[in-house]
């Protein structure tokens, strides 16, 4: 498949456009053709979806058969949501699935009806599931053994897994625990970007999925490859890279994959003959300014102390203690208790992340235009 830009901000193609990750892809694919099933947890951005998907290409490479479905649940607000994502995106892919055999279908999923529609533009058929709210949990089991009825083995990405804790239903975690445990043909990726609720759930020894997987925690993409795959691709526009202008981009950001690749993306568009930090410092302004009205809403939407704390964390870069009377002195903070207060908030709407060292404003451009 080829592409205009081969610096993808979003989705996946193939091997070709997608960097590095070789240890982490052949990591995981082993542990789970040796039937060990993985979590895999990172802030979001940092290329957890990308990984994914080279995984499932690495085993569908070796393994013809094997089926790999990956579902994204941080849209989802209910259980009965869940169930009807996860029906949607696995039943009819085992085999080729037409009108003629929904009925076959019908008679496994008794709980839900089952529908067919030809798209014809996509050249493909789509499946839709029907069933009332409290017939979510048979769905599901129903769903489980059609999976586990194939001869095939399967592999499931759920992305924002920490999603589950969410709904209002009770023992969702129990449930999905009791279905993943019963089928060893069907290998399961749990995927998550809130590291203390997926922690929380496979950590804890009163937790169904306690000591159930194997975690892999995604660091960002070490600074060489990255140049390597960076020049590799720049120069099919004839465009120099300078180590040193890489290592400034690099740097900047932490080495986050998404916003490293973001910048990457921008230069390639620009293509001059040799980089240089004027055009890097073009790269930033314009993409700061295409956000600029968005970043002021969110900051319009929150709290004055919410704001100056944003502000301080931006200014700071990472904050490690943040009730510090250093800290709270220098950025002219109200208190302790004010700054706990504000940072709650912070951290539950994602506007802060904590990482092991401190605290980070999670959206690297917005710390830009913070400090802008």
């Known amino acids: 498949m080829k592409i205009n830009n081969p610096f993808l901000i979003y989705g996946y193609v193939s091997k070709e456009y997608f960097c590095d990750r070789e240890e982490e892809t052949r990591s995981i694919v082993s542990a789970l053709r ?18 994914i998907h080279n995984v499932f290409s690495s085993i569908e490479e070796k393994d013809s058969e094997a089926r790999c479905f990956y579902l994204d649940i941080y849209s989802t607000k209910s259980f009965a949501d869940f169930v009807k ?21 019908a008679g496994v999923l008794s709980h839900c009806k089952v529908t067919y529609s030809n798209d014809v533009l996509l050249g493909s058929g ?7 709210k409290e017939d979510a949990p048979v769905t599901l089991g129903q769903i489980f053994a059609y999976l586990g009825q194939s001869d095939k083995e399967c592999y499931i990405a759920i992305d924002e897994f920490q999603q589950i804790l969410e709904y209002p239903e009770d023992n969702v975690e129990s449930l999905l625990r009791t279905y ?12 998550g970007s809130k590291n203390h609720m997926m922690s929380a759930m496979f ?20 600074e060489e490859p990255y140049y390597d795959f960076a020049v590799k691709h720049l120069s099919k526009t004839m465009t120099v890279l300078p180590r040193e202008i890489f290592h400034y981009i690099y740097q900047q950001f932490g080495g986050h994959t998404w916003y490293v690749q973001y910048v990457l993306n921008k230069l390639y568009e620009l293509s001059p003959a040799v980089v240089d930090m004027d055009d890097i410092m073009h790269c930033l302004r314009s993409i700061v300014e295409r956000n600029n009205e968005d970043y002021q809403r969110l900051f319009r939407l929150l709290t004055s102390n919410q704001q100056q704390l944003l502000s301080a964390i931006a200014k700071e870069g990472r904050v490690s203690a943040i009730n510090s009377s250093l800290f709270i002195n220098k950025y002219s903070l109200k208190g302790s208790s004010s700054v706990n207060k504000a940072l709650k908030y912070l951290l539950d709407n994602e506007f802060v992340y904590l990482y092991e060292d ?12 913070l400090n802008k």
Do not use: C
Not at 37 to 49: D, E, V
Not at 85 to 105: A, N, P
Not at 127 to 132: H, R
């Open 34 to 51: 040796n039937a060990r099933n993985q979590t895999l947890m990172s802030p979001r951005r940092m290329g957890k979806t990308g990984l």
């Open 85 to 105: 994502l996860f029906g949607e995106t696995v039943i009819g892919k085992l085999d080729s699935i037409t009108q003629k055999t929904v009925g076959t279908l």
């Open 126 to 132: 789509k499946v839709t599931l029907w069933f009332e």
């Open 180 to 191: 993943v445990q019963q089928y060893p043909m069907l290998h399961f990726i749990f995927s």
């Open 203 to 222: 950590d804890s020894p009163k937790r169904p999925f306690y000591r159930s997987t194997e975690k892999v925690h995604l660091g960002v993409i070490l």
């Open 358 to 369: 401190g605290y980070e404003v999670y959206d690297r451009f917005m710390a830009l235009w």
